[in-house]
C-alpha cells in the first residue's frame, strides 16, 4: 500500500505564491513518476506536473508551464511543488500522486489514470 503525507496549499491572492509537499511510501522501484493532479468538484481531474523519479526530468500541463516548477529529494522520496503567480483558475483540491513514468497524463486525467494518490490539499487563489 502506498502512503502520501501531503502539505502545504491554503489561501492566497492573484499572483502569489504557495508550496506543496509530498512524501510516499510503500512502492518499488520501477520507474515511477510522482507529482500531482488537481480537481475543482464537478470537473475532471487535471494531471499538472510530475517529476521521474530515476533522473529528474520533470513535465507540465501547459496550463501551469513556466508558472510551477517540480522538484524532489529522492532520498526520502519526497517532491515539492513550487506556484508562482497563482490565478483563480488554479483553485482546486490538488492530489499527489504516483504512476509508472510511461503512463503518467499531463492535462485532462481519470484518477484511475494514477496508481495512487494521496488525501489531496485544498488550494484556493482568491481574484
Known amino acids: 500500500e502506498v502512503r502520501f503525507v501531503e502539505s502545504g496549499g491554503g489561501l492566497v491572492e492573484a499572483g502569489g505564491s504557495l508550496r506543496l509537499s509530498c512524501t510516499a511510501s510503500?512502492?518499488?522501484?520501477?520507474?515511477?513518476?510522482m507529482g500531482w493532479f488537481r480537481q475543482v468538484p464537478g470537473k475532471e481531474p487535471e494531471g499538472v506536473a510530475c517529476?521521474?523519479?530515476?533522473?529528474?526530468?520533470?513535465f507540465y500541463a501547459n496550463s501551469v508551464k513556466g508558472r510551477f516548477t517540480i522538484s524532489s529529494d529522492n532520498a526520502e522520496n519526497t517532491v515539492f511543488l513550487q506556484m508562482e503567480n497563482l490565478l483563480p483558475e488554479d483553485t482546486a483540491v490538488y492530489f499527489c500522486?504516483?504512476?509508472?513514468?510511461?503512463?503518467?497524463?499531463?492535462?485532462?486525467?481519470?484518477?484511475?489514470?494514477?496508481?495512487?494518490w494521496g488525501q489531496g490539499t485544498q488550494v484556493t487563489v482568491s481574484s
Open positions: 510503500g512502492f518499488d522501484d520501477d520507474d515511477y513518476g
Open positions: 500522486a504516483i504512476q509508472e513514468i510511461t503512463y503518467w497524463i499531463l492535462g485532462p486525467a481519470r484518477k484511475s489514470d494514477f496508481r495512487s
Open positions: 517529476i521521474r523519479l530515476k533522473d529528474g526530468r520533470t
